[in-house]
């Protein structure tokens, strides 16, 4: 489905957009994905934490010379961006990976979906 592809590429793209961004426009960012929604669900963050965790797969994937595994290979450019910004992108963005394997687990543990999703934006 196109639709629900532009809505991947979105959510993936604004992940991209937030190393370049300070804490004001990536709330702002955050809060234009779940706008509209009403609050933000378990599954919807789960969701974006989903993809995000594929995104910064992809960052790492690609600042290893190992392009051709990564499954953004449409946002091409803003992932170059990304490496570009950090010239330590490997253990930086595996760092990354951890926070988001442990912020999806905190999903588990029903903490707030909208605190969940809140504390990468904190952390980046």
């Known amino acids: 489905n196109s639709e629900l592809y532009e809505i991947h590429l979105t ?13 004001s426009s990536r709330l ?13 669900t378990v599954d919807r963050a789960s969701e ?11 960052i790492l994937l690609y600042s290893l010379n190992c392009q051709d595994l990564a499954q ?7 992932i170059e961006a990304v490496i ?3 010239p330590d992108s490997a253990s930086y ?5 951890e926070l988001l394997d442990k912020l999806k687990k905190y999903l588990a ?3 707030a979906p909208s605190a969940v999703v809140a504390q990468l934006i904190y952390n980046l």
């Open 11 to 23: 959510i993936a793209k604004t992940f991209f957009n937030f190393f370049g961004a300070d804490l």
């Open 28 to 40: 702002k960012a955050l809060n234009s994905l779940v706008s509209g929604e009403g609050a933000l």
């Open 48 to 58: 974006i934490l989903e993809i995000w965790q594929r995104a910064a797969r992809d």
């Open 72 to 78: 953004h290979s449409a946002l091409q450019t803003d």
């Open 84 to 86: 570009a910004s950090h």
């Open 93 to 97: 963005f595996l760092s990354v990976l």
């Open 109 to 111: 543990a029903n903490v």
